[in-house]
């Protein structure tokens, strides 16, 4: 799964209708260990180090990169999203999770195949999702339980164990964000649609799909929940964060990772107690996180090995406990029985189960509370795998900021947010691409340094050209207007949106006839208030 900072600084101007887009940008400096740093276990090369160590127990540089927008570990193998909308994997290749054509194993990372234009990534157990700029997500690896979601499945115990290069998931459209779960081989996939929605299909033997029935091979919407605008696929359990700031927990419960305070599992969707600020949530082999709006993680499930950071006692919790001990936390990750928390300075912390050195600290002793890393320079993101721990150290300056939007304070769900830079000096522009989260923060990574004009266009918002400078290695504020009213994503307000309003008008959320798109203001029903967004826009465009 994918993480993001998400300045606390900033969260004043989420809360008001202020229309500005506030872009804070971080030095720019190449470093030296720019690109991923990797520790614990490494018995399938998915550190990718030198020396074929099989744990470290610290930080260790991975290799060189200076142009990785994310990290995301599995099981037993890692992948890094390229800014050029390329994948690389490796580690464990049993059922061909690297994607690039055969069953082999790798320690340095490799190209998956036939992929482009992809925007985020997803390491589940023994299987890999992907996420493309149109919307469609892709898998590839295992298949025994339908991981692939084309409506077939292919037989692990026979060659070639599973799909070795990516296909494309059918059902779901419009995706703006996929988590891969999963313990022992295989798992359930989770996709977040614009409207809202969930989509699962593949490993379901605990209901983590968010239904009762066998597996399935075939994408079906999750119900009984509000609008969703984060998820996190665990072992056998699934998280969903609401618009509400509410949680929704569905699947295996025998550690309270459910956090509903039984231990029961749970077929459906259930309200996770205590938490009505959440934005953020990452699950683990047994245990679950969530971040809140004031940057407070929150822990419960499964303690036997530490990983909720409570302290001593190795008590499972079935409701939500704060982690008080963190300084202001950006994004958190959980792995098998470990987890991880990114503060707000770029610094990692980490805590749980430390038999392969995951922990990072240089032992292999658990730790029940919160250890401070010592990597030689701040952090952009962190995964955790199964038994091991990423962290990426961007050389470009990373690029992020919160969104407000006109006549509504925060954008309604997660959305793909398409930005185009064109450089000053006459070079060829190039797009990047971030996702929205529910309070309205994104960040890009790997953005070379430079001056530019920024385009930035959103599912129905669009942003005229305003100027940003990265060079100074300074950071710096650009205040922007997001237009509403590009319905039909053509980059103007014409009589083409009037249309699509006029067939809306009237239609209320989650009724016949509703299109979210067209509700301009985010009151839950397209009314005259669109219609006099849309009227005072007419005309504009995204080009200066």
């Known amino acids: 799964m994918s993480h993001s900072l998400s300045p606390l600084a900033l969260r004043a101007a989420i809360r008001s209708a202020t229309a500005a887009l506030i872009i804070a940008l971080g030095a720019v400096a190449a470093r030296p260990q720019a690109g991923p740093w990797s520790w614990g276990a490494n018995g399938s090369g998915q550190l990718a180090i030198a020396g074929g160590a099989s744990f470290l127990s610290t930080p260790t540089s991975a290799f060189a990169a200076t142009n990785i927008a994310c990290l995301s570990a599995g099981h037993s193998h890692a992948l890094a999203l390229l800014t050029n909308g390329t994948v690389l994997a490796r580690g464990?290749?049993?059922?061909?999770?690297?994607?690039?054509?055969?069953?082999?194993?790798?320690?340095q990372p490799e190209p998956v195949q036939g992929l482009s234009g992809v925007i985020a990534v997803s390491a589940g157990d023994g299987f890999s999702l992907a996420l493309t700029q149109d919307g469609t997500v892709w898998s590839w690896g295992y298949d025994g339980d339908g991981e692939a979601g084309d409506g077939t499945t292919v037989s692990p115990s026979s060659a070639p164990f599973g799909l070795l290069m990516p296909v494309r998931v059918q059902g779901p459209s419009n995706v703006v964000a996929i988590s891969a779960g999963g313990a022992f081989n295989g798992g359930q996939c989770l996709a977040l649609t614009a409207d809202g929605f969930v989509w699962s299909w593949g490993l379901n033997d605990f209901g983590q799909l968010g239904y009762a029935g066998p597996s399935s091979a075939t994408p079906a919407k999750v119900a009984q929940m509000p609008a969703v605008v984060a998820i996190a696929a665990g072992g056998n359990h699934s998280l969903s964060a609401c618009i509400d700031g509410s949680l929704r927990a569905?699947?295996?419960?025998?550690?309270?990772?459910?956090?509903?305070?039984?231990?029961?599992?749970?077929?459906?969707?259930?309200?996770?107690?205590?938490?009505?600020?959440a934005i953020q949530v990452a699950a683990g082999g047994g245990h679950s996180m969530?971040?809140?709006?004031n940057g407070a993680v929150w822990t419960w499930g499964d303690n036997s090995l530490d990983q909720l950071g409570v302290g001593s006692g190795s008590v499972n919790s079935p409701s939500p406990v704060q982690l008080t001990a963190?300084?202001?936390?950006?994004?958190?990750a959980a792995g098998g029985a470990h987890s991880l928390a990114?503060?707000?300075s770029g610094v990692v912390h980490a805590w749980g189960w430390n038999a392969a050195g995951q922990i990072g600290d240089g032992t292999t002793t658990d730790r029940n509370l919160p250890v401070t890393l010592s990597l030689p320079v701040a952090a952009a993101q962190v995964s955790a795998g199964w038994e091991f721990s990423l962290a990426l150290v961007a050389a470009a300056p990373a690029i992020h900021g919160v969104v407000t939007l006109s006549g509504t304070?925060?954008?309604?769900?997660?959305?793909l947010l398409t930005f185009t830079f064109r450089p000053s000096g006459g070079a060829a522009p190039f797009v990047r691409y971030?996702?929205?989260r529910l309070d309205g923060y994104y960040q890009l990574n790997g953005v070379p340094a430079g001056a530019y004009t920024v385009g930035i266009k959103g599912a129905k918002w669009l942003q005229r050209d305003v100027a940003v400078d990265t060079s100074s290695g300074v950071a710096a504020t650009c205040n922007a207007t997001l237009l509403p009213g590009d319905l039909n994503g053509d980059n103007?307000?014409?009589l083409q949106d009037f249309g699509a309003l006029a067939e809306a008008f009237g239609t209320e959320a989650g009724g016949p006839g509703w299109n979210w798109l067209a509700d301009l203001n985010g009151d839950g029903v397209v009314d005259l208030g669109d219609f006099s967004l849309l009227a005072s826009d007419f005309g504009l465009s995204g080009d200066p």
């Open 409 to 415: 304070p925060t954008p309604l769900i997660p959305q």
């Open 492 to 494: 103007v307000v014409d």
């Open 434 to 436: 971030a996702v929205l």
């Open 92 to 107: 464990d290749n049993t059922y061909g999770e690297l994607g690039d054509g055969t069953n082999t194993s790798r320690s």
């Open 342 to 344: 990114l503060d707000l």
């Open 250 to 277: 569905y699947g295996a419960n025998a550690f309270g990772q459910l956090g509903d305070g039984n231990t029961s599992s749970v077929t459906g969707p259930v309200a996770v107690s205590g938490l009505k600020s």
């Open 326 to 332: 963190l300084p202001a936390i950006g994004s958190v």
């Open 290 to 293: 969530a971040l809140d709006v």
